[in-house]
């Protein structure tokens, strides 16, 4: 009986949840378990959503889309103004909502890994107020953030776990940057 092909799970078709307001993934929206550069590359959402390929990483893909973004952020400092930061970090946040979530329907996934536009624009924003720091001060921030985007300690727990879509996708790492702000604040206070 365990070879008989009626038995198998493989015939039973998969379900996606849509959650309420959101749009159902298409018929080319088969879950996937990670992304792969094909699927990246099937539209441009996707390339911003993957972190520019940085998400694609098969080992810890978020803490490799946030060194992407403190690698960018060093490229781009010296070229932006504070002003022109917090533009690209509000323009990045709004369309960040919009790409990830269409990336996360695709993949069938409430929050897929491989989206890192989210860690990206949050550490702009911690390294935009920690700026300027030297290396280890810029180490640092970059640690403290990862600690609380893994970890997810309350609230930060609570936000990832009740919004949804891009906008839930985007948020969580938003507070987890207000936090890392509030350590390095308490670390500078002593």
């Not at 959650?19 to 099937?42: E, H, I, K, Q």
Request: proline share 9%; aromatic share 12%; hydrophobic share 50%.
């Amino acid at each position: 009986m365990q070879n008989d092909p009626s038995h198998s799970n493989s015939h039973r078709p998969h379900i996606v949840p849509v959650t309420p307001g959101s749009t159902p993934p298409g018929p080319d929206a088969a879950p996937r378990s990670r992304a792969t550069v094909r699927f990246m590359l099937s539209h441009p959402l996707h390339v911003l959503s993957l972190g520019f390929g940085s998400g694609l990483s098969p080992v810890m893909p978020g803490t490799v889309g946030t060194l992407f973004g403190w690698l960018s952020f060093i490229a781009l400092n010296p070229y932006l103004s504070v002003v022109q930061w917090w533009m690209l970090i509000i323009v990045g946040f709004v369309a960040g909502c919009g790409c990830t979530g269409f990336t996360a329907r695709r993949m069938g996934v409430k929050d897929p890994g491989a989206a890192v536009w989210d860690e990206i624009v949050a550490i702009w924003l911690v390294l935009l107020f920690v700026t300027p720091a030297n290396f280890a001060g810029q180490l640092g921030a970059f640690l403290i953030f990862r600690f609380f985007d893994m970890v997810k300690p309350p609230p930060i727990r609570y936000f990832d776990r009740r919004l949804s879509g891009g906008f839930g996708i985007m948020f969580d790492d938003i507070v987890a940057a207000f936090f890392t702000l509030l350590v390095i604040a308490l670390i500078r206070s002593l």
